[in-house]
């Protein structure tokens, strides 16, 4: 079955369940600048920048048999050791049932010179500070970070304030618990706020984001290939998408990279970037192409920045966000 047959409709059913609230079931408020991953049937959601859900561990039940729109299934789990705001979570460990949370905050909340990383066991429920060997990164900000199937993080990009940014890749082994330092031969130019997403064949595909050295085009896709160590870059065809950052990319059961929001401070307006806020990257063809995809409905979605999505099965569900149009919660 393509993805996109029956696509539309049934997210735009979904993503409406962030707004659903119900006095006899936990609703979260509102939140940007979260990090989300999914284990099993539970969307995980640490931290935020809202300073009073910096802490928060959720998660939603997305058992696609029993899943309600109207009364999703929030729940609370043990809150984070430290406040967590443009971190990166993934899966790891023996089992894949342990998420790392990257970022750069010390348990006192204050920045560290480091990149800092708990580990949260998601069958028990318990966080732990892995003692990690190797040489540990410099701490950054807006960077991303993507897993594979076999315990390794991928962690790119990002900046540390003030002025220090970063174009190498840095890898954490989850199994052995060690940073190592992949190839930066013809890597790309430092970005912040950009979407990655790796695909089943071992390549990492990194898409817009926010360059202080020119405009980062959607067109221009770099690529980090797992398998060799080795970075390229590929020129996608197809439609035209407006430069973007704060977006999210998640990949597709049969291939597509789909995008989703974002903006660009110095682009078009609010109502042009709403007419491309979902458009798909077919990765099953070479070069890889581009297609900006209509979103049909009486409750069509806003623009959104800074928020969450996944892919289960044949439903993209999205979570929080800024809405760009008026700076509120989603």
Known sequence: MNFFENYIFRWLSIILVWTAVDANVFTP???????????GNK????GSQNLAQIRDNIYLDVTLSTLNTTNPSWFMSESIPAGFALASA????????TIYLLDRFTTNDDFSN????YAFDTVTAT??????????PISRQQFQAVDDTNGKIYMFGGFKYPNASFDAIQILDTLSLTWTQGSNVSAPTQRVDFAATF?????????GGFSGVGTIYMSEIPIYNTNNNSWSTTIATGDTLYSRSCHTAVLSPDGYVVIY?????????????QDQNLAVLDTTVSPYQWSIKPMIGDNIPPTIAYHSAEIIENIMIIAFGVMIADDSFF
Do not use: A, D
């Open 261 to 273: 929001g974002g903006g660009n401070p110095s682009g078009p307006t609010y109502q042009e970037n």
């Open 43 to 46: 969307l995980h959601f640490f």
């Open 29 to 39: 408020p509102g939140r940007f600048r979260q990090s989300s991953v999914l284990v």
């Open 114 to 117: 480091y990149t800092i990383v």
């Open 127 to 136: 966080w732990s500070t892995p003692n990690i060997s190797g040489q540990i």
């Open 90 to 97: 993934c899966i790891g460990g023996p089992n894949k049932n």
């Open 199 to 207: 695909l089943n064949n071992g390549l990492i595909l990194y898409m």
